[in-house]
């Protein structure tokens, strides 16, 4: 019935049921002439289906967070039973003959300016609680309300129009079986995280259009083929892949229990990225020697408001302690590029990646960032725990985050609270800029984690979101490696240990050159851990060394490719 090319972003076959999901048009079309009393109907239903739904959320919270943080639903109910905002709806409707959808969005439309114009910062925050509101009952309305891709009753494979960082955090990699996401480049956050939690993806423009629901799919997550409806020979053919794969998954569980090293005895820590709690489970099955990247940003989102420090001190404990004395690399705040958080309300910027993003956001909101630091403070005595400063460019940003962090620990000694006075503090190392002062920021920190997906996208300033012109996204350019090499160089002259934790460190071709240059450390989605654990035993370090000097006198990102 259809068979397209997509871009393979996270390998893996996919066979089963589609589902679509589809956000909202943003933009409501007008349609006149209805039937007003079809359409009244229209508008209770769906807002019965959205109390139904509120209620839910708010018992579930109730009981799992507490009155308090159930309190906001609760509001959202009254809210959506208010008479004001139901009969503006409703007289809409008979004034214009025109669609529920309309109407709905012109009465919610004129709260939210009413709120957005009010001097006090409370009642402004409530024009988020009525768009909340307005966009459930708009969902149920659209006929999308009973599909919740969060809470699937069956396997399914999730066509996706733009699918976010938080919603595929969200998701249950247990049914679902694949993603086709229209857009995202390989390295964008919901790329990364289907990546971590094992699930297929595939980018395909307009995937939502050609697909309905309940249509069988197939997809091939290494090569990116899609075929919709396929014949038996096709659906025969994409069997026996996930067969031949699941054996080879099967083939890689024996190396667990053995060491990361290489033929000539050189010794690199494999271990994995994490972006909450629940996935150091992931990381330990698939036999993390270590937490390389935990996205703390991750705790952050699909919630409405910042976690408090108890919150927190425990996730980042129960990590701590599920890993038992292994390091693990805890990330600061990094939130901004694609990673949102509804409850802030940044403005929008014109260059997300290049703005108030990271340790920009953190050191200009140093009381909220002080309460990561005292949970991670805390936490630092139930393990190895190592804290990174995310997307430092210069020296000062560097100086004034230590110094914050210098005084939360006064702080804390002066509670009489316990906290590891030795621990090590790192930082990213993705921005240009600090990378050709490695030598310098070396000297102040214990170690480097290169980020190699925002260094690419830094270096040859190419968006990493941005799939018209993917095609100069690429580890292998020389300029990215040569960078890399400095780095690695910088730290081990001032005696600090160096890994790398974007995506580029689980690259196959690449590996050789990270064992060349003497990278101590190398941190990616846990599916990766045990194939690179295999190649790693294969190669020679001081063959990789050879192979440095010969890749960086290349010109190009092709020749480089080719080479390796
Ligand atoms: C990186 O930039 O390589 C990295 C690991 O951080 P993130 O992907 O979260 O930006
Ligand atoms: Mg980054």
């Avoid at 589609?18 to 079309?29: C, G, P, S």
């Avoid at 194939?531 to 000097?549: A, F, P």
Wanted: charged share 30%; aromatic share 6%.
């Amino acid at each position: 019935m259809g068979a397209w090319q997509g871009t393979p972003i996270s390998p893996g076959i996919a066979i089963g049921k589609v589902i679509v999901k589809k956000a909202l048009n943003a933009q409501i079309e007008l349609i006149k002439n209805k039937e007003p009393q079809h359409e009244r109907e229209r508008f209770h239903a769906a807002r019965s289906k959205a109390i139904e739904e509120v209620k839910g959320i708010y018992n579930q919270m109730l009981q799992t967070k507490g009155e308090k943080e159930a309190e906001i639903f609760m509001a959202h109910i009254t809210m959506l039973e208010d008479m004001e905002l139901i009969e503006g709806v409703e007289r809409e409707i008979d004034d214009l003959m025109c669609n529920a959808e309309w109407a709905l969005d012109a009465v919610a439309g004129s709260f939210i300016a009413i709120f957005e114009g009010m001097e006090d910062a409370y009642m402004k925050e409530r024009a988020l609680d009525i768009k909340d509101i307005s966009s459930r009952i708009q969902r149920h309305l659209s006929g999308q309300g009973d599909l919740n891709i969060f809470k699937l009753k069956e396997p399914a494979i999730i066509a996706a129009d733009d699918l976010t960082p938080s919603d595929t955090a969200q998701l249950d990699p247990e049914l679902v079986l694949g993603i086709i996401n229209e857009g995202g480049g390989a390295t964008s956050h919901a790329a990364i995280i289907a990546r971590m939690m094992g699930v297929p993806l595939v980018v395909y423009p307009n995937i939502t259009s050609l697909v309905m629901n309940g249509q069988m799919l197939v997809f091939d997550g290494d090569k990116g083929t899609i075929e919709l409806e396929p014949k038996e020979e096709v659906l025969k053919a994409y069997r026996e892949k996930r067969k031949n794969l699941l054996e080879r998954k099967i083939q890689l569980e024996k190396l667990k229990g053995t060491k990361t090293v290489t033929r000539d005895s050189f010794q690199v820590e494999l271990a994995g990225n994490i972006g909450m709690p629940k996935d150091v489970k992931i990381a330990l099955e698939q036999d993390a020697e270590a937490i390389g990247l935990f996205r703390t940003e991750f705790l952050y989102m699909s919630r409405d408001d910042f976690p408090n420090e108890e919150e927190q001190f425990l996730a980042y404990k129960e990590v701590l302690e599920k890993m038992q004395n292994r390091p693990v690399v805890i990330r600061t705040l990094d939130i901004g590029g694609d990673k949102e958080l509804d409850y802030l309300q940044i403005p929008k910027e014109m260059n997300p990646f290049l703005g108030c993003r990271a340790i920009r956001f953190c050191l200009k909101k140093t009381e909220l960032w002080k309460v990561q630091l005292r949970a991670l403070l805390r936490a630092s005595s139930y393990g190895n725990l190592r804290i990174m400063l995310p997307m430092i460019a210069a020296m000062e940003e560097l100086i004034e985050a230590k110094g914050i962090l210098e005084e939360v620990k006064a702080e804390l000694r002066n509670e009489h609270i316990p906290f590891n006075e030795s621990v090590q503090v790192g930082m990213m190392m993705e921005t240009p800029a600090a990378a050709v002062m490695a030598d310098v920021f070396a000297k102040e920190v214990d170690f480097f984690s290169i980020g190699t997906n925002d260094l690419i996208q830094y270096t040859i300033a190419v968006d990493r979101m941005n799939t018209e012109v993917a095609h100069l996204y690429s580890p292998y350019q020389p300029a990215v490696l040569r960078l890399i090499k400095k780095i690695v160089d910088s730290a081990h002259e001032a005696g600090i240990w160096a890994g790398m934790c974007g995506e580029a460190a689980a690259d196959r071709k690449l590996l050789p050159l990270w064992i060349g240059m003497g990278l101590d450390e190398l941190s990616m989605s846990p599916p990766s851990i045990l194939q690179t654990r295999e190649s790693i035993q294969k190669l020679s370090h001081e063959e990789g060394k050879k192979l440095v000097d010969e890749i960086l006198l290349l010109k190009t990102a092709q020749e480089i490719e080719n080479r390796l």
